[in-house]
């Protein structure tokens, strides 16, 4: 049987209906979203969200913007105290039901396997720059040191210099090197690595790094140490020896 005239007028279209849906929403917002949402299922509500995030991107809307959109139920552009509460509840009902959108905060493994891993390359940083500031200081100080004048200070700020020039050249290997522990930060969310303990933890972990590095580097002044007491003997024995040469004759 086809539809007469009379019944043709009770049927819409999907752009009149979504017309008198649009007209009725600005009219009145939350009984008709509420009706709205009454009418769908799961799925067509998570069609229509999906729908409604990705024209928001689309107009360049940003996601502050769209957060405070969605908490002003009424439209009224102002946010009250009770569009705020429900809000919060119904954002932290939807982190409960699904873990991976809530902002939990990061366990004490994550927290010291980022510090480790943050902490390993800075001991690598720390023991080249302190080993070959002492190296090249030493050299600068006993052959340039001795010819034109230059003071313990001077040499060690030039051997500075070079450790700082040859650091930059080594900063892509000790990196290479230490992924070959096998340590890296673990796997977390956006939220988890912007909070202020992240930002704690990897500072941590890279001044125990670089101070463990640094004291290791100073290594070098052990053989320095021993190279100066042998060379002062040998030198308090050549004296003794140009002394008691006259006393025989």
């Given at each position: 049987l086809q539809p007469g005239p009379a019944e043709r007028k009770r049927f819409m279209t999907?752009?009149?209906?979504?017309?008198?849906?649009?007209?009725?929403?600005?009219?009145?917002?939350?009984?008709?979203?509420?009706?709205?949402?009454?009418?769908?299922?799961?799925?067509?509500?998570?069609?229509?969200?999906?729908?409604?995030?990705?024209?928001?991107?689309?107009?360049?809307?940003?996601?502050t913007e769209e957060a405070f959109l969605e908490a002003d139920s009424n439209m009224d552009g102002k946010l009250?105290?009770?569009?705020?509460?429900?809000y919060m509840a119904l954002k932290r009902l939807e982190e409960e039901r699904d873990p991976s959108k809530a902002k939990f905060w990061p366990s004490k493994e994550h927290l010291a396997t980022t510090a480790l891993a943050?902490?390993?390359?800075?001991?690598?940083?720390?023991?080249?720059?302190?080993?070959?500031?002492?190296?090249?200081?030493?050299?600068?100080?006993?052959?340039?040191?001795?010819?034109?004048?230059?003071?313990t200070l001077a040499a060690a700020g030039l051997g500075n210099l070079i450790s700082d020039v040859v650091g930059l050249g080594l900063a892509d290997t000790i990196e290479a090197q230490a992924r070959r522990f096998g340590v890296s930060e673990p796997p977390l969310t956006t939220e988890q690595l912007r909070m202020p303990v992240m930002r704690a933890t990897r500072t941590a972990g890279a001044v125990v790094g670089v101070s463990v590095g640094c004291l290791l580097g100073m290594v070098p002044l052990l053989f320095f140490d021993s190279a100066k007491k042998a060379a002062g003997k040998e030198k308090k024995e050549g004296e003794g020896e140009g002394e008691a040469e006259p006393a025989v004759r």
């Open positions: 999907v752009k009149e209906a979504t017309a008198k849906l649009v007209e009725n929403l600005r009219r009145t917002p939350v009984d008709t979203a509420k009706q709205f949402a009454d009418c769908l299922t799961p799925a067509e509500r998570g069609a229509v969200i999906y729908a409604l995030r990705r024209q928001n991107t689309k107009e360049g809307v940003l996601e009250s105290r009770e569009e705020f509460a429900i943050s902490a390993i390359p800075f001991v690598g940083f720390g023991f080249c720059d302190n080993a070959i500031m002492l190296m090249a200081g030493e050299g600068i100080e006993s052959s340039l040191g001795v010819a034109l004048g230059i003071t």
